[in-house]
């Protein structure tokens, strides 16, 4: 199955570049669908100019945020050098606690399709 989702220029820059190998989500009702196997059609937003496809490889759920955060290396997510407290608060900037709290995290394990 394919799924669409938007990413922004940085993250998706990121994925296309292979450093970014983990892709992180509120675990809602839409990512509930994902299966291992799937793919993901990552649309570059704002512009909508430019997609990639890959693979998932893994599915992990959390409670929260900062628990994936202390599982999941931070080279994965293309943030080495980054502290736990800028990793979570950045996260915030995107989802706010109160979704956090209803819906819980996914961090979806990814490979390129080339």
């Not at 196997?37 to 490889?57: A, T, W, Y």
């Not at 759920?61 to 994936?68: A, L």
Request: proline share 2%.
């Amino acid at each position: 199955m394919l799924h669409k989702m938007g990413l922004y220029g940085e993250y998706f820059q990121s994925i296309k570049d292979g450093k970014k190998k983990v892709e992180v989500r509120l675990n809602d009702e839409k990512r509930r669908q994902i299966k291992v196997g799937d793919f993901i059609e990552f649309i570059k937003v704002p512009e909508q100019d430019e997609s990639l496809k890959v693979r998932v490889m893994e599915l992990r759920i959390y409670d929260t945020f900062k628990e994936m955060y202390e599982d999941i290396p931070f080279e994965a997510f293309d943030c080495e050098g980054w502290s736990m407290e800028e990793m979570v608060e950045g996260t915030y900037q995107i989802y706010t606690r109160e979704q956090e709290k209803q819906w819980g995290t996914l961090a979806i394990i990814i490979s390129h399709m080339d």
